[in-house]
């Protein structure tokens, strides 16, 4: 699955001389929380959040009195505020590369781009809605959770067993475990019954971790 299955496209954007009222109120209407800021040659320059015009505020340690500090803020701009550079995405990239990127940067949103042009934007609900999918959360069956040898074909003794015994995958997902000679592996399946999974992985060599009907 990649980016541009799962991003919304055509995002809500800013330029950076718009003031935080005016982001603010384009959140609230648009019922969003993240602009992507362009210049105005429409190029990205940044990206505003909800919590950067909430943390735009001044310290408890100023002087300015409730009026003054009203007029600075109404006119504070977004390029102000707003954090740059962006990370970015290409729409073509896949949707684990786009999770590894927002865990090693520390944020929610990654903007997509198709060259120079903003095309769309991707958060951690889109990524979370994506992996349900390819999990195949929402199917009934069995998932089994077992650790087996890392060799080639491996898993199409898995995969024939069940077709023998009618079931059928749904998902299938691997890790690695500390034996770099071995992996973890995630099977859901329908058709199959209990008995019927463990017998395959025991047959196929596996350790059963876990298994349950889903």
């Known amino acids: 699955m990649l980016v541009k299955d799962v991003m919304t496209r055509n995002p809500i954007t800013i330029t950076g001389d718009r003031t935080l009222p005016e982001a603010k109120d384009l959140m609230m209407k648009n019922d969003i929380t993240k602009l992507p800021v362009l210049d105005k ?5 940044g990206i505003i959040t909800g919590n950067d015009i909430k943390n735009s505020g001044p310290s408890d340690a100023t002087t300015l009195d409730m009026f003054e ?15 740059s550079p962006v990370v970015t995405v290409s729409e073509n990239e896949t949707v684990e590369e786009a999770a590894r990127l927002m865990l090693d940067y520390d944020i929610g949103s990654l903007v997509v781009k198709r060259d120079e042009l903003v095309v769309g934007i991707v958060t951690e609900s889109d990524l979370f809605k994506a992996f349900i ?6 199917h009934a069956g069995v998932r089994a959770t077992f650790v ?3 060799k080639p074909g491996a898993l199409s003794v898995i995969s024939k067993s069940l077709a023998d015994k009618n079931g059928n995958i749904v998902s299938l997902v691997t890790a690695d475990v500390e034996d770099a000679g071995k992996r973890k592996v995630t099977l859901r399946a329908s058709g199959i019954e209990l008995d019927d999974m463990k017998s395959i992985v025991a047959d196929a060599g596996g350790t059963l971790e876990d298994i349950r009907r889903v």
Request: glycine residues 10%.
């Open 69 to 83: 500090l009203s007029y600075l803020l109404n006119k504070m701009t977004v390029s102000k505020v707003m954090v």
């Open 148 to 150: 087996m040898g890392d």
């Open 133 to 138: 999918s390819m999990f195949g959360t929402r």
């Open 41 to 45: 040659s429409g190029q990205l320059i």
